[in-house]
């Protein structure tokens, strides 16, 4: 029988339950609301169980929300995080399959997301965006739809841009191993990269000795 409900004082609103006169388990307030749970209530052991799934899943949906706010995530990212988090694999299996119900967890939207970002804020090849979705393990065919839509071409001008304004126009060779070597670790292929040189020491006025 339940004989105590306390709330804790914090953010991390909790209810320690007694029963018999005696701490038993907490829960989040939420999972004891929604069950309303009361003092002389009698629970079996089997409805105490349940409280224990529904709080473990409420726990785990909490993590799986706060790691959202920073930005979106991959399937297997958020997998990795919350199986990091200590939470069993069964929970975090149900919590992602609320996720992706909810539209929270969508590898496509997520790849869209990672592409129009670094198109936006750091331009960078087809290759290396794919690479890079790979290792979210995003899926092949999500990767090719999403990355089909890059241009090699523009993402090394726009890329390149920036960075050829910090560079001195009186020597051609440096100007085009130190922005060959930057475009190169944007995952720009030999071809692309010559272009782009080329294009912007014309732009600027350079001349080749």
């Known amino acids: 029988m339940i004989t105590a409900l306390r709330t804790s004082r914090g953010r991390g609103k909790r209810v320690t339950v007694s029963l018999n006169g005696k701490f038993a388990f907490s829960?989040?307030?939420?999972?004891?609301?929604?069950?309303?749970?009361?003092?002389?209530?009698?629970?079996?052991?089997?409805?105490?169980?349940?409280?224990?799934?529904?709080?473990?899943?409420?726990?785990?949906?909490?993590?799986?929300?706060?790691?959202l706010g920073y930005?979106?995530?991959?399937?297997?990212?958020?997998?990795?995080?919350?199986?990091?988090?200590?939470?069993?694999?069964?929970?975090?299996?149900?919590?992602?399959?609320?996720?992706?119900?909810?539209?929270?967890?969508?590898?496509?939207?997520?790849?869209?997301?990672?592409?129009?970002?670094?198109?936006?804020f750091s331009p960078r090849s087809q290759w290396l965006t794919r690479l890079e979705l790979r290792q979210k393990e995003v899926s092949s065919d999500i990767i090719e739809r999403v990355v089909s839509t890059i241009s090699d071409a523009d993402n090394a001008y726009r890329a390149a841009t920036s960075k050829a304004h910090r560079l001195p126009l009186s020597d051609y060779e440096s100007f085009r191993?130190?922005?060959?070597?930057?475009?190169?670790?944007?995952?720009?292929?030999?071809?692309?990269?010559?272009?782009?040189i080329e294009r912007l020491w014309q732009e600027k006025g350079g001349r080749q000795e």
Request: hydrophobic letters at 35%; a positive charge; proline letters at 1%.
């Open 27 to 67: 829960l989040e307030a939420e999972v004891a609301v929604k069950e309303e749970l009361k003092v002389g209530q009698e629970l079996a052991s089997g409805q105490i169980e349940a409280l224990a799934r529904s709080d473990q899943f409420l726990r785990c949906h909490n993590a799986a929300a706060h790691y």
């Open 177 to 196: 191993r130190r922005l060959g070597t930057y475009l190169k670790r944007r995952g720009f292929g030999y071809g692309v990269i010559k272009e782009t």
């Open 71 to 120: 930005r979106p995530r991959s399937e297997h990212e958020m997998r990795q995080r919350l199986l990091r988090r200590g939470f069993s694999g069964d929970t975090t299996e149900a919590v992602l399959k609320r996720l992706k119900e909810q539209g929270l967890v969508d590898d496509t939207a997520f790849a869209e997301f990672w592409r129009d970002n670094r198109q936006s």
